[in-house]
């Protein structure tokens, strides 16, 4: 017997979440009715949030109270399984939020967030709202740790009970590259939080104003760059990331340094997939950030995503301090 896949479009996700949140309160801003506003007029920064279920876009709104703004939207859990075969799924659907914020906000400062598995579409309307020239305060992620460079300041919430998903709670991958070697990298800016409660746990009564504070709470000020970082930036200018050679298995990176190369300290590549159909996908393995070790010239050899066929590699080129030192055009 032969199963057929179901419609993955924007259309057929769009009719299914509809269904979803239709008891959503505030204003539908969206004509599908798959995104809701709460206090769209009050003046604090407004707060755009990918949940995984009806009743958190509400216990939360309650937390917030009237002065704050709330849009909420709904990833595909429950709808989507999410595998390397339905990234495109997730891009279609953050680029349809993040026109519809634009429609409605235009530039207005946010903050951008998700919990869980809505944490990748998360990323995905926050990096579009960027290039759109939105001031995106921060990206706030609960519970989640993208495998995707970010040119701007994160901040990662993880549960003091949540074994699975905390990194702090069980021991690295690999003891030479201990929490935060890779935000640090492929991040221009992260925070770090412990909430109350495990997994699933955060939307109760007991633990939600905690995590509504850690949501809200602003940036710590930036710190003051020292002489080798100043020297560091300077000399990166001169650094170039190219992709070399494609093949349908892996390709292969060639950087190139300038002049004092010798000043740069913490330079890594984050290798982003871009399919043939818009797709992105993120680096499944533990160690998505590579070190490169050897300059003025170094090469590396990247695998292909397995199941993403014909996908164009993007190399970000990032430094330790600093995250992408470039950002690439063209991708969202």
């Known amino acids: 017997m032969i199963f057929l896949q179901p419609d993955l479009s924007l259309l057929a996700n769009l009719n299914r979440l509809a269904v979803l949140v239709k008891d959503w309160p505030g204003e539908p ?43 909420g939207m709904r990833s595909l859990n429950q709808i989507v399984k999410v595998t390397q075969e339905t990234t495109l799924a997730l891009d279609l659907l953050a680029k349809h939020y993040a026109d519809s914020l634009l429609a409605r906000f235009g530039e207005r400062a946010c903050i951008v967030g998700g919990n869980c598995q809505a944490a990748g579409i998360a990323w995905r309307v926050a990096s579009h709202l960027r290039l759109a020239g939105v001031p995106v305060q921060r990206l706030v992620l609960l519970d989640a740790e993208p495998h995707l460079p970010y040119p701007d300041s994160i901040r990662l919430l993880f549960g003091a009970r949540s074994t699975a ?55 710590e000020s930036h710190c003051v760059l020292s002489e080798m970082q100043r020297r560091s930036r300077a000399a990166c200018r001169s650094v170039r990331c190219k992709t070399v050679h494609v093949a349908e298995t892996a390709s292969t990176v060639e950087i190139i340094a300038g002049a004092n190369f010798e000043d740069i300290h913490g330079l890594a590549v984050v290798p982003l997939w871009h399919g043939p159909d818009g797709s992105l996908q993120r680096v499944s393995t533990a160690d998505w950030v590579v070190s490169v070790d050897t300059l003025p010239i170094w090469r590396g050899r990247f695998p292909a995503p397995a199941g993403l066929s014909g996908a164009r590699l993007v190399p970000v080129l990032c430094m330790a301090g600093f995250g992408p030192l470039v950002w690439p055009a063209g991708v969202l």
């Open 29 to 71: 801003i969206d004509p599908a009715a798959t995104i809701f506003a709460l206090n769209p007029e009050a003046s604090a920064t407004p707060v755009y949030w990918c949940f995984n279920t009806a009743a958190e876009f509400m216990l939360l709104g309650k937390v917030f109270g009237a002065d704050q703004p709330l849009v």
């Open 165 to 219: 998903f905390n990194p702090y709670l069980k021991p690295p991958a690999d003891p030479l590259r201990r929490v935060p070697w890779h935000w640090e990298r492929a991040w221009h800016r992260f925070e770090t939080r412990i909430v109350p409660g495990g997994h699933g746990e955060y939307f109760t009564p007991e633990n939600l104003p905690e995590v509504a504070k850690a949501i809200l709470d602003p940036l």
